[in-house]
């Protein structure tokens, strides 16, 4: 049970750590001392509870880390709303009038 509320901790440690950082790096270190925890609950040894936090942990790693960092490397000028229709082609459908703001367009 004690070693329960030491791998809580240490998941609650690495969660505020990965909110934080944003590496993706503490966040899958997090889920696995949280599946430790749980598996130190139900009486599984200390060793057993390492060895289930090693292997969450490093298959959370290998899978999501390189997710990651292909969002990461996206562009920025992926934009929604307004934003994403600036420098785009439009037709006119009705009179621009800056001075009075009408006017329509259809793109």
Do not use: K, Y
């Amino acid at each position: 049970m004690v070693f329960a509320v030491i791998w809580f901790l240490a998941a609650l440690l690495f969660g505020v750590g990965e909110l934080h950082a944003r590496g993706l790096v503490l966040g899958p270190l997090a889920a696995g001392a949280l599946l430790a925890a749980a598996a130190s609950f139900v009486g599984i040894g200390t060793t057993l509870s390492l060895i289930v936090f090693l292997a969450v942990a490093l298959t959370a790693l290998r899978l999501l880390r390189p997710l990651a960092l292909r969002q990461q490397r996206r562009p920025a000028a992926l934009r929604t709303g307004p934003a994403a229709l600036v420098g785009r082609r439009a037709v006119v459908v009705q009179r621009i009038a800056n001075d009075e703001q009408a006017g329509r367009v259809r793109i």
